[in-house]
C-alpha cells in the first residue's frame, strides 16, 4: 500500500534557499504560527490589524497575578482563532506564571484530526525569549 507524501508548509520566518522557499512539517508550522501571534503587535499587520498578543510588550507591565490571568485568555481567544482547523479547540491550554522579572508561557494542544499532542514553553523577559519544546 502506498503512503500520502507528508503535505509541507511555508516556513516562518520566510526564506529562500537553493532549493527555493524553505518548508516545514505540520507540528513545525503550527509551532511557528503560535510564535507569529505571540511575537506580533496586534496592528502590525495592515490587513489583519487584530492578529497578534504582542507579549513583548509584557515585560513593561507590572509583573502579578492579574497580569497572568489577562494575558492567558487574550492568548487563549487569539491563538484560537489563529489556529482554526490546525488544532482541536477543546485542547487549547495556556498557561501563564509570572516569577520575579520572567513570565512563562505554555501552550498546550492536539492536532486537529491527528491527536498528536503537544506542548511548548515561552519564556518573556530575557534575551533567551522564543520556544521551548
Same mark, same amino acid.
Given at each position: 500500500?502506498?503512503? &500520502?507524501?507528508?503535505?509541507?508548509? &511555508?516556513?516562518?520566518?520566510? =526564506?529562500?534557499?537553493?532549493?527555493?522557499?524553505?518548508?516545514?512539517?505540520?507540528?513545525? #508550522?503550527?509551532?511557528?504560527?503560535?510564535?507569529?501571534?505571540?511575537?506580533?503587535?496586534?496592528? @502590525?499587520?495592515?490587513?489583519?490589524?487584530?492578529?497578534?498578543?504582542?507579549?513583548?510588550?509584557?515585560?513593561? @507591565?507590572?509583573? !502579578?497575578?492579574?497580569?497572568?490571568?489577562?494575558? =492567558?485568555?487574550?492568548?487563549?481567544?487569539?491563538?484560537? @482563532?489563529?489556529?482554526?482547523?490546525?488544532? !482541536?479547540? =477543546?485542547?487549547?491550554?495556556? !498557561?501563564?506564571?509570572?516569577?520575579?522579572?520572567?513570565?512563562?508561557?505554555?501552550?498546550?494542544?492536539? &492536532?486537529?484530526? &491527528?491527536? #498528536?499532542?503537544? =506542548? #511548548?514553553?515561552?519564556?518573556?523577559?530575557?534575551?533567551?525569549?522564543?520556544? #521551548?519544546?
Amino acid at each position: 500500500m502506498a503512503t &500520502l507524501p507528508s503535505p509541507r508548509y &511555508l516556513a516562518f520566518p520566510f =526564506r529562500i534557499g537553493a532549493s527555493g522557499a524553505a518548508t516545514a512539517e505540520r507540528s513545525q #508550522h503550527v509551532r511557528q504560527q503560535i510564535e507569529q501571534v505571540l511575537f506580533t503587535n496586534p496592528g @502590525e499587520r495592515v490587513f489583519r490589524p487584530e492578529f497578534g498578543a504582542g507579549v513583548q510588550a509584557l515585560v513593561f @507591565e507590572p509583573n !502579578d497575578s492579574a497580569l497572568a490571568t489577562v494575558t =492567558r485568555k487574550r492568548l487563549v481567544s487569539t491563538l484560537a @482563532e489563529a489556529l482554526k482547523g490546525e488544532v !482541536d479547540p =477543546r485542547s487549547l491550554t495556556v !498557561d501563564v506564571t509570572s516569577v520575579e522579572e520572567k513570565i512563562f508561557i505554555v501552550v498546550a494542544y492536539a &492536532l486537529a484530526t &491527528l491527536g #498528536h499532542s503537544e =506542548r #511548548h514553553q515561552i519564556l518573556i523577559g530575557t534575551y533567551e525569549g522564543g520556544l #521551548h519544546g
